[in-house]
């Protein structure tokens, strides 16, 4: 059973647009909502995070919304530019113990 | 990589053979994770460690065992290694605060 799912697989978009990523949830425990971006070869790295006090987050070209009632977040990815082509990933947490990934977005931004 | 190393980085080994990844921090954080990572499942986690010795089990332990006996280091054994275990395997190390900091990876190959 998923715990996170996360939507679309797969995403194109051109320089400057706006791709958006959701995922949801059904454990009302989690606490902690990060968002991880991952290259090739690579290892996931930590790209912004929120907890359920609060409905947004911005950080740089980065944004999170989060709807505590419907169980809900999307990152939002302002001003897309080549270099943000990666694979991301949501995930969800309950006091840092054990984490639950959504299987991840590749998003291509064409020039 | 926030001062984590992941060893070896590649290996291939034989079905039936038993195999120990190991992960090393220089961060000094309380709290480690290793994960699976397998096309269509994004991210899984198979153990994680909340403090010297302290270990508990993610959504996938079944064939794998850990041990921290120091705070920098924590082992990933596969007892008898089966070709589904064939994944890339990411330790992670985490904070107080929820925040979780991946290693290179580790590319296994169990033929």
């Known amino acids: 059973q998923q715990q996170v799912k996360q939507s679309p697989q797969s995403l194109i978009v051109q320089k400057g647009g706006i791709p958006i990523i959701n995922c949801a949830y059904e454990?009302?425990?989690?606490?902690?909502f990060p968002w991880y971006q991952q290259f090739p070869g690579k290892g996931p790295a930590l790209l912004i995070a929120?907890?359920?006090?609060?409905s947004e987050k911005k950080e740089g070209r980065f944004t999170i919304s989060f709807n505590k009632s419907a169980k809900q977040f999307s990152l939002h990815i302002m001003d897309s530019q080549p270099g943000d082509s990666a694979t991301y990933f949501c995930?969800?947490?309950?006091?840092?113990?054990?984490?639950?990934f959504g299987t991840g977005t590749s998003l291509t931004v064409i020039p | 990589d926030a001062g984590i190393t992941q060893s070896p980085r590649h290996k291939v080994t034989e079905t039936g053979t038993p195999v120990t990844l190991r992960c090393h921090q220089t961060?000094?954080?309380?709290?480690m994770y290793w994960y699976r990572q397998d096309p269509g499942h994004g991210l899984r986690l198979i153990h994680y460690?909340?403090?010297?010795?302290?270990?508990d089990k993610g959504e996938v332990s079944d064939g794998y065992s850990v041990s921290r006996s120091k705070t920098e280091d924590f082992l990933l054994t596969l007892e008898s290694a089966t070709s589904s275990q064939t994944s890339v395997y990411f330790c992670?190390?985490?904070?107080?605060?929820?925040?979780?900091?991946f290693g290179p990876g580790t590319r296994l190959t169990v033929t």
């Open positions: 929120i907890r359920p006090d609060v």
């Open positions: 992670a190390i985490g904070g107080n605060l929820h925040e979780q900091y």
């Open positions: 995930a969800a947490s309950r006091s840092g113990n054990q984490f639950y």
């Open positions: 454990n009302t425990a989690f606490d902690y």
């Open positions: 460690s909340y403090g010297v010795k302290d270990t």
């Open positions: 961060e000094n954080h309380r709290y």
